[in-house]
């Protein structure tokens, strides 16, 4: 028929009156996002980020006709992974022992009368402290810093175990509730016993590593309980992945953990993925409820390092120290004969000298007793 259109050109005017009316319906308008206050203070710049504006400054110091953005991207990796001035972290660790870092903060704290309050699940207290504080708490690698705006002060969320080690062993904060009222130390372990069953045996666990200048991090993302580092883990791995396991009739059902191989190789493989050395921290108790700190004194703590047997790996490893070690007990029995048949040698030799001088006293004295007869 003369004039009728195609199915494809059919279809297409049908797109096309589609589009047409959805263009005629109104926009509907979108949500804008809030605006940023201007009195929020910023975050505070990472170990990273500090060591690159110290790199960047250097570098142009040095180089100041070279303006290759390349040479500033690759350059910094070494040197970030070895340290400031090419030295390892953790021998920038070592000068700053963390024993020193928590000392000036528990006096710092001190002097300040830092009070956290706590939340109303008890799961968690926010600490206000100054602007040193809050250096110090970084540094010694205690809560975690969160926003607030419009207020001098800065502000650190707390988990239970570092609220209660700060508040129970170095006692340098006090801990109110919600409504402004001072918790005293019975008070608050009653709360966070009751909001979490195994506070006790975890605390403890928290703060046999904390005494020990671990520093103490939540393993969940590693499949463990706390994960422990030498010193600060912007400068080191973490070395442990650390499981707490309770033993006692006081502990109830909890005391059923790790008991079960499966449950324990699954622990091994994964603190192995992650280059982590598997450490059970077991905590026992004998005459004594763990329904007051009291108990805390009474609970002693075991520890364990767990290492996975890889057969190929240990042969390796023990073949040649094997090997060596029968060497040189080879070289020592071989040196041992040697030095007997020497010592034969001379024997015989000595031997040999004593019979020829005693053949020639012997015929000086008949030839002597021959001429005396003959005299005679």
Not at 13 to 20: H, Q, R
Not at 32 to 37: P, S, T, V, Y
Request: charged share 30%.
């Amino acid at each position: 028929m003369k004039g009728a259109k195609s199915k494809g050109a059919a279809k297409a005017d049908a797109k096309l009156a589609v589009k047409s009316k959805g263009a005629e319906k109104p926009a509907k308008g979108r949500k804008g996002k809030a605006g940023k206050d201007p009195n929020k203070p910023k975050r505070a710049p990472s170990a990273f980020f500090v060591f690159m504006d110290e790199f960047r400054k250097e570098f142009k110091e040095k180089n100041p006709k070279n303006k290759s953005v390349a040479a500033l991207m690759d350059l910094p990796g070494p040197r970030w992974k070895k340290g400031k001035d090419g030295k390892n972290f953790a021998a920038l660790a070592a000068t700053n022992p963390m024993s020193t870092i928590v000392a000036e903060l528990q006096a710092s704290l001190r002097d300040a009368e830092a009070v956290a309050i706590l939340s109303g699940d008890g799961k968690y207290a926010i600490l206000a402290v100054g602007a040193h504080q809050a250096a110090l708490l970084n540094r010694a690698a205690f809560g975690r810093a969160v926003d607030n705006t419009g207020d001098e002060k800065l502000w650190f969320q707390l988990g239970p175990e570092e609220m209660f080690f700060l508040c129970h062993a170095l006692r340098c904060i006090t801990v109110e509730s919600e409504n402004k009222k001072q918790m005293g130390e019975g008070e608050l372990w009653d709360l966070l016993t009751s909001t979490s069953e195994p506070f006790p045996e975890m605390y403890k666990a928290y703060e046999h590593l904390r005494l020990k200048n671990w520093v103490v991090r939540s393993g969940l993302q590693y499949g463990a309980d706390f994960v422990a580092y030498r010193h600060h883990p912007a400068l080191v791995h973490s070395e442990f992945a650390v499981i707490v396991v309770p033993e006692g009739k006081m502990f109830g059902a909890r005391c059923g953990r790790m008991k079960v191989w499966p449950d324990l190789l699954c622990a091994l493989r994964a603190s192995g993925s992650v280059a982590k050395t598997l450490l059970f921290l077991t905590i026992s108790i004998m005459n004594c409820e763990v329904r007051s700190s009291d108990c805390l004194e009474q609970l002693i703590v075991h520890e364990r390092m767990i290492n996975r047997w890889i057969p190929q790996q240990c042969r390796e490893q023990q073949d040649k120290p094997r090997r060596e070690e029968a060497h040189r007990d080879e070289q020592r029995q071989k040196q041992c004969r040697e030095e007997a048949i020497r010592e034969e040698q001379e024997d015989t030799r000595e031997g040999v000298v004593f019979s020829y001088w005693g053949v020639i006293l012997s015929f000086t004295i008949l030839s002597s007793l021959l001429v005396y007869k003959l005299k005679l």
